[in-house]
């Protein structure tokens, strides 16, 4: 999981960023109430499901693809081989990728669904729906899926280009798997994030609708 572990520092720091903004940034009267954080909160976690959900789609695809030849994704001596291969080792590892997966998956649909119904009832309440906390996970989710989606990218690429050449030890199973479902999200996100831009006259996502008449 390179690709995660190469968009864990920036994501911290966009965090952080996030925090200090949200908290020195002036309110009206009644713009910040008890709701806020909890709609923040809620924010922040549905953006820890839908990672969590991803992460646990890619290795399962590592692992479907350890199904239909183990050095796909799994490194072995025998590594340019025609036939499947039969290593205890990699077996194991592929059915724990496989388990985790499915368990990362569930998990994280349940934690980002929950969330989501929390950050709807947030919506209702005064101070629940302000579009820095609406727009900010929105960016924060696009630019970790995008970094992750450029890394693992290059590296199923440059791992599969590896592979068929018969040099060294490649896998591309895990990169291709967090690019297959990585990238898609990339995309809508950032697309999302253009439709409700305010220079398109749209709300942000969670923010409430402008009164009739009122200046774009």
């Not at 990672?51 to 479907?64: D, E, Q």
């Not at 989501?116 to 302000?130: F, K």
């Not at 727009?135 to 630019?143: E, H, K, Y």
């Not at 690019?179 to 398109?200: K, Y």
Request: proline share 7%; charged share 10%; with cysteine.
């Amino acid at each position: 999981m390179d690709a995660i572990a190469a968009a864990a520092p920036a994501m911290a720091l966009a965090v952080l960023a996030w925090i200090v903004m949200g908290v020195r940034r002036p309110y009206p009267e009644g713009g910040f109430t008890t709701a806020t954080p909890i709609a923040w909160y809620a924010h922040v976690m549905a953006v820890a499901g839908a990672v969590m959900g991803l992460v646990g789609s890619a290795l399962a695809v590592k692992a479907a693809f350890g199904f239909a030849n183990l050095a796909y994704s799994y490194p072995s001596w025998d590594h340019y081989s025609p036939t499947p291969l039969t290593t205890a080792g990699p077996q194991i590892s592929r059915d724990d990728d496989l388990t985790l997966g499915i368990t990362l998956l569930g998990v994280g649909l349940f934690v980002l669904l929950a969330h989501a119904l929390v950050t709807r009832a947030m919506a209702r309440l005064p101070g629940g729906s302000l579009a820095w906390i609406s727009r900010g996970s929105l960016v924060l989710f696009a630019c970790f899926a995008g970094i992750v989606a450029m890394v693992a990218t290059v590296a199923a690429v440059d791992e599969g280009i590896g592979y068929s050449r018969g040099v060294g030890d490649h896998q591309f199973g895990e990169a291709a798997g967090l690019a297959l479902f990585f990238l898609p999200a990339w995309i809508a996100a950032t697309q999302r994030l253009l439709r409700t831009s305010p220079a398109h006259g749209a709300p942000a996502p969670g923010a409430p609708p402008r009164p009739a008449g009122s200046a774009a």
